[in-house]
């Protein structure tokens, strides 16, 4: 239905454009013709603007149902045995990493807006590099940014400092990207030996470029594409490879101390008590959804980790009435996981039914 409405309102635009132009024309082609070829003039005119609206209608046509690619059965085509991930070998202990765009002309890049930007590689406690370099394509020099007492701080060097790299390539042809199928590469590699250590081809259709999706709605992805959950944006999809990189290029383990700044419930953190207010309930490292119990106390939320270890998170007034209203927070765990609000009420609920 969208494509048709959309399809409707070209047609009638451009023809009204069209005609619009030819009667332009013929108004002024009675002032400066000749009389004699006024109505040869008129009459090749008209024939033109009904030669382009044919031309119009025919290609229109072949970009919906020609022989190139479509949306329709796309992953048949485009989701076999190339696409996917492969991590040929990982390193531990990195410090930092360096982003090398790709070059200019690089259609769409959907899961990388995001790369260049620093935040979405240094921030803690989830994203946990100390620094990331990065090279634009358009720009000889490299941007540095580095993580200073919590704070982020950037500066421009001729060349990058990092011994690891990632880039990508966009995969999908021209006639491809008009129907709304795109395709790219990532790679991790070793900028001194040349190794690749990683690589992920990642297929996936944009309905959008039909007019057909709905606001917010992600983008279908090849089955092999392993995307991690990205709360930051409506469709809970990725615009970074953070995810990837650092399950290739591993950064340093968080201590102790930041441990114990920056997860409200971890392993070996005991029993611990507190005001879970703001968007985000955090999780440890090595805990995953299936780890955790979650049961009302009173007006308080409790989650403990199933291992009888004893750590618990008690969250003070979470629900805010007896009727069973309650607080909005994720929970946000150090992996990929992520609990919704609206999944952790579902829990809750279900505990409640099975008492």
Known sequence: MGIAIYLVFQSVVG????????????????????????????????????????????????????????????EQRYCGEDAGESIYRSVENINGVFYLAPALGARHGHFHTDDGRAEKFLRRPDRRYDFLEVRMAADRLVERHELKDGKIASTRTDVPTARYAFTWTPLESMEEA????????????????????????????????????????????????ILATDPTYIDGQPRDSYDFVSRVLKPVALTAEENAKFFDLRRGGGRRSKQCVGGYVWIGEGIEPKDLSFARQGKDLTITISDGSGDELRCQDYFFSETGGSRSYRLRFAGRALISEEELRLRLASKDAAK
């Open 15 to 74: 023809i009204a454009c069209l005609v619009g132009i030819a009667v332009g024309g013929s108004f002024l082609l009675r002032k400066i013709a000749r009389p004699e070829a006024l109505d040869t003039s008129l009459a090749l005119v008209w024939i033109l603007m009904c030669a382009v609206v044919v031309a119009a209608f025919a290609w229109g046509s072949q970009l919906e149902t020609g022989s190139g690619p479509t949306l329709a059965g796309w």
């Open 178 to 225: 008009n129907a709304g199928i795109y395709g790219e590469e990532l790679e991790v590699f070793d900028r001194e030996t040349r190794e690749v250590l990683g690589r992920r081809v990642l297929y996936y259709r944009d309905p959008s470029r039909r007019g057909t999706a709905a606001y917010g709605a992600p983008m279908p992805v090849c089955p092999q594409g």
